[in-house]
């Protein structure tokens, strides 16, 4: 299997995503769309994964590689490509399938419960799943679920955490991958998103205080993948 990424900032990455597809013996190749790589065509790989920045998903006055991007989404999902977006990438996924990104009442950083729906546990990717668990959160806007898609998941901050298209197109607002490394640059190179800790912010000694999680949102994150990977 094929695996490529779009990358829209040099410190996110796939976190366990690589890890997955190095252990299942996948190639992974990337696009990092901050550094003007053009991507390639859909024929080129299996399954896309978008990930995370923290741009806005119709910044495209200041990040005008943001419209080729939206493009290649949507050359991805006609082709009927296996496809993946994670936090800014689901807002993406969310506009190229007709829906709308806007500013969440609160900012959700840190360590919060998500809770599937029973539609979201219906489907195939989430078999599985338990009803409620952990993950990482850092976002400040929010998508609507698009037309034809499963609302999948919420949280307490955010009722939509998660949708399907077609079973086989994810969008994840929240992070499985992250690994203590790419939580670690977040903190570094997003410090300003946790400078006044909240209800919704935890402070970054929080964040550490949750690290026992990872090993839990990898096995979810393996058991997602496997079963994307064969939708």
């Known amino acids: 299997m094929r695996l490529h990424a779009f990358y829209h900032v040099p410190f996110e990455d796939v976190g366990s995503i690589g890890l997955w597809a190095a252990e299942r013996g996948h190639a992974v190749t990337t696009t ?130 998660a949708f399907v298209y077609k079973g086989k197109v994810v969008g994840l607002q929240y992070h499985l991958e992250t690994t203590p490394v790419g939580m670690q640059r977040l903190i570094k190179y997003c410090a300003e998103d946790v400078a006044q800790p909240g209800p919704t912010v935890h402070h970054p000694k929080q964040m550490h205080a949750g690290r026992e999680v990872f090993k839990d949102i990898k096995a979810l994150t393996y058991q997602f993948l496997d079963a994307l990977a064969g939708a």
Request: hydrophobic share 45%.
């Open 32 to 161: 990092s769309f901050f550094a003007d790589e053009t991507p390639p065509p859909p024929a080129d790989y299996d399954l896309l994964v978008v990930m995370g920045g923290p741009m806005g998903a119709y910044d495209e006055k200041e990040y005008p590689w943001l419209a080729d991007e939206k493009k290649a989404i949507a050359a991805a999902i006609a082709a009927d490509k296996a496809v993946l977006g994670v936090c800014l990438g689901a807002q993406l996924l969310a506009v190229v399938l007709g829906g709308s990104v806007s500013r969440n009442p609160v900012p959700e950083v840190g360590w919060f419960k998500v809770t599937m729906t029973p539609e979201g546990l219906a489907e195939p990717v989430f078999a599985g799943f338990p009803e409620s668990y952990y993950a990482f959160h850092w976002h400040g806007d929010t998508f609507t679920i698009p037309p034809g898609a499963v609302q999948a998941a919420s949280s307490a901050a955010c009722p939509n955490q």
